[in-house]
């Protein structure tokens, strides 16, 4: 398969830096906001006894609406008062395996502060912009390797045994590929958990289902995101390393050009659309060395250009927006 000409010099970051945009600083200071942050998985984990009935009954009542949740959705064992549910439960936090992931959870994260602060400046940015919406409840447990991030009516809940390092001895030995291992580390939990929110909150939801549409999608959560955590850097926002960064920067033009030049932009394909936008090791179209969900990338562009020629438009106008073809239009952009 013959790839487009792309360049790999790397340059330094700072070139590609992006600048704050004042027409969206918050001061955080100045908003209150109800949210409370709980560590289910230390309440799970400090407990030395079988989990009765009465117990059960006093966890749920304690967290109520998260429970039920988690055993159903996230371990998959169930609801209480279901058969063998004291059984499976007891099974499940007794497991040895469960019992290592607790410890090498309350070592690495014995306290989640750093983690509370930025998280809640950031739901402190939505409620300015967002003030309508609900703010959830931060619930932290283990999950076992099922699910990084799980949102539910006011619930967000974040596994912190996906967050223990890039090369923790876990991932290995669970043969987690590489660029998926790239965003597992700790500072990744605050990016993860508003961008599943606001996946949640505004899902996609396209009449045309082209590969424009899908771009302008990512590329809208991208820019809010970023907007909401305006300290974090634009690589993890995106999920990449620096390097994946600095690649996109060099190639966007080229990108574009082979996306144009192929006729995939207003591609329904499904298979199209994945390979540009999934998670995985590289963007197929554009080679190994290429980074990851380009489209995305590419979206987050048009979209930030959009902004930039649009002043008059607020971040939550910016979600309610349905035409991929105008918002490009509008962006003016020229890689």
Wanted: hydrophobic share 35%; glycine share 4%.
């Amino acid at each position: 398969m013959k790839y487009p000409v792309f360049t790999f010099i790397l340059i330094s970051a700072l070139l590609f830096a992006c600048k704050k945009n004042d027409r969206f600083a918050v001061n955080t200071d100045d908003i209150n906001i109800n949210m409370h942050f709980i560590r289910f998985d230390q309440e799970l984990g400090k407990e030395d006894t079988v989990y009765t009935k009465v117990k059960i009954d006093s966890l749920q009542a304690r967290y109520s609406g998260f429970f039920q949740l988690y055993t159903s959705r996230v371990i998959k064992i169930g609801v209480p008062g279901e058969k063998n549910f004291e059984l499976y439960f007891n099974r499940y936090i007794t497991d040895t395996v469960y019992c290592q992931v607790y410890d090498s959870v309350e070592q690495r994260f014995s306290t989640t502060q750093l983690y509370d602060n930025v998280i809640r400046n950031g739901f402190k940015r939505y409620h300015f912009f967002f003030p309508e919406q609900n703010i959830p409840d931060i619930y932290y447990m283990i999950s076992g390797f099922n699910e990084s991030v799980v949102v539910s009516d006011n619930i967000l809940a974040i596994s912190l045994e996906d967050y223990l390092g890039i090369n923790h001895s876990f991932y290995k030995w669970l043969s987690i590929y590489e660029y998926i291992r790239n965003n597992m580390y700790p500072d990744k939990i605050p990016s993860d958990a508003l961008w599943a929110w606001l996946q949640s909150e505004y899902p996609y939801q396209s009449t045309e289902q082209t590969l424009l549409s899908r771009m302008i999608y990512d590329g809208k959560i991208l820019f809010v995101l970023k907007q909401l955590l305006p300290d974090e850097p634009t690589q993890r926002i995106l999920g990449y390393t620096q390097q994946q960064l600095q690649w996109c920067k060099l190639n966007e033009k080229a990108m574009w050009s082979y996306i144009i030049e192929n006729k995939h932009l207003f591609s329904k394909d499904l298979l199209t659309i994945k390979k540009y936008t999934d998670p995985a090791p590289f963007t197929q179209y554009f080679g190994n060395e290429s980074a990851p969900r380009a489209g995305a990338f590419i979206g987050y562009q048009i979209v930030t250009a959009f902004m930039e020629n649009n002043k008059d438009i607020s971040l939550s106008g910016l979600l309610n927006l349905t035409d991929s073809q105008d918002i490009l239009g509008k962006s003016g952009f020229r890689p």
